[in-house]
């Protein structure tokens, strides 16, 4: 149960300083440790399990919250990358017009 705490304890770390590769990296070591709590014999302290279930806890909102700010991102690169290819506009019954520029786009500076 104290490599699972750890590793819960490692896995917040991460997911606060946005340590994506880390992260991806514990998760095999974090299936791990469940399946060793799954067959634990020890499963009766109630403290150890509080604290893990504590723990678990608290860094599920930041894991969620890092998920979101994620898709945000990804969201954001693609109008980015639409905004590139051209104007969407709408006529006025709601159908969506794509204007591509004629020439080449002038980027920002």
């Known amino acids: 149960m104290e490599r699972l705490e ?3 304890d490692e896995l917040r770390q991460a997911v606060r300083a946005a340590d994506f590769a880390a992260i991806a990296l ?3 070591r974090l ?3 469940l399946a060793e709590l799954a067959g634990a ?3 009766k302290d109630a403290a150890k399990l509080a604290r893990i279930k504590a723990k678990a806890e608290g860094t599920a909102p930041l894991i969620v919250a890092a998920r979101r700010g994620i898709a945000a991102a990804r969201r ?3 109008d980015a990358r639409r905004a590139v290819s051209g104007l969407q506009t709408y006529d006025m019954r ?3 017009a ?3 520029p004629a020439g ?3 980027g920002r500076f």
């Open 6 to 8: 750890y590793l819960l």
């Open 26 to 28: 514990m998760a095999p």
């Open 31 to 33: 299936e791990a440790a």
């Open 41 to 43: 014999s020890d499963r």
């Open 76 to 78: 954001r690169l693609e």
């Open 94 to 96: 709601g159908q969506r």
């Open 98 to 100: 794509e204007f591509s």
């Open 104 to 106: 080449p786009v002038a």
